[in-house]
């Protein structure tokens, strides 16, 4: 190695970030390696770096004896000692063996190292950098679709959205800037960082909500549930301690001008805020949202309810295929019998 890799190693620590002993201690590693290789050796080496007099030494660690049956591994006493003047039988010493040549190989082995570490370095950083970004939004370009998983470019590093995560009724385009929820970051098999991103997940929702409404960020209301069909409807509960903070209608805003953009970002998907309850029959009553609810009937035991809506909510309260029923009883936790008033009059 000459001056100029042992000052491209200084730079490197310092514009990388990459430890300097780090480096140096791969490429010692390196160099027992290719010395074995190249030189067909079985000794056991040290490889000595000497960075003011740019100089590489390659040393065979012997261990002294009175009579030597492997000059691979031994040196008998007397030679050891022009070595090591008060060595003793036992001990270890350091026969230099570096090979003329050996510093062309030193020089080829210790770039592969560097651009290797290099690598493995912005890679580390880069998921030290990330991986604690769970649960977050983040934003990116849509790369590429390759067997329906969405490639994101998001700076550093790739987010990965794969069919589950993607939301039925949108349409991914390459150059298209999306927004998603980190589910987690992981390495590939190369090692490369890659974050799993979602757009279905209820996480995601949670986050935008908490980004659009101050009082949600601020812990003044609270979440209690969130519930699902990406894409086609998605049903929220809320509740706040302070009797003074309306929680729907400050999610909500004015003709819904504060969860505008909470309603931008999941386009054609349909959104219920409702107030959670402690009380099963009027939280049940208001998860049923946007229908009207005469009576609800718990069983506790089962937790299990009876509900009577007008007759023309009917279809309202159980939505499209069961969809609003189904979705209540995920939000509250409860079954949800949905009657009307002509079923109970009727005796059905």
Not at 19 to 38: C, G, H, P, S
Not at 143 to 156: A, F, K, S, T, Y
Not at 167 to 176: A, C, G, I, S
Request: overall charge negative; hydrophobic content about 40%.
């Amino acid at each position: 190695m000459n001056k100029e890799m042992f000052e491209a190693l200084e730079d490197l620590s310092v514009e990388k970030g990459i430890n300097k002993d780090y480096l140096l201690d791969a490429i010692e590693q390196a160099l027992i390696t290719a010395y074995k290789r190249n030189f067909n050796s079985q000794e056991n080496v040290k490889i000595v770096i000497d960075e003011e007099k740019n100089k590489i030494n390659v040393f065979s660690m012997k261990e002294v004896v009175e009579e030597c049956f492997d000059p691979a591994i031994e040196i008998e006493l007397a030679d050891a000692r022009k070595i090591k003047k008060r060595c003793k039988i036992g001990d270890i010493v350091e026969v230099e063996v570096t090979p003329k040549d050996f510093g062309r190989i030193a020089a080829q082995t210790a770039k592969q190292v560097i651009v290797q570490k290099i690598r493995e370095a912005e890679r580390e950083i880069v998921y030290s950098e990330y991986s604690d970004r769970q649960g977050e939004i983040v934003s990116g370009i849509v790369q590429r679709v390759e067997r329906n998983v969405v490639i994101v470019d998001l700076g550093r590093l790739e987010g990965i959205m794969t069919s589950n995560e993607q939301v039925p009724t949108e349409e991914y385009n390459v150059n298209d800037r999306i927004k998603a929820y980190v589910l987690e970051v992981a390495k590939n098999a190369k090692g490369v960082p890659q974050m799993l991103i979602s757009r279905t997940h209820p996480g995601f929702v949670r986050r935008l909500l908490e980004l659009e409404i101050p009082e949600i960020y601020e812990g003044l209301i609270e979440i209690k549930n969130i519930v699902r069909e990406a894409g086609s409807r998605t049903k929220i509960a809320v509740y706040s301690k302070d009797p003074n903070i309306d929680p729907v209608g400050s999610c909500v805003g004015p003709r819904g001008t504060r969860i505008q953009n909470v309603l931008n970002e999941l386009k054609e998907e349909k959104v219920d805020v409702v107030e959670w309850s402690e009380d099963p029959v009027q939280y049940i009553a208001s998860a049923l949202s946007p229908a009207t609810v005469l009576a609800v009937d718990i069983d506790e035991e089962n937790m299990a309810s009876k509900v009577v809506v007008p007759d023309s909510q009917l279809s309202l309260a159980i939505g499209k295929d069961g969809q609003n029923a189904r979705l209540s009883a995920r939000l509250t936790g409860w079954k949800i019998d949905i009657k009307s008033e002509s079923q109970i009059k009727g005796g059905e």
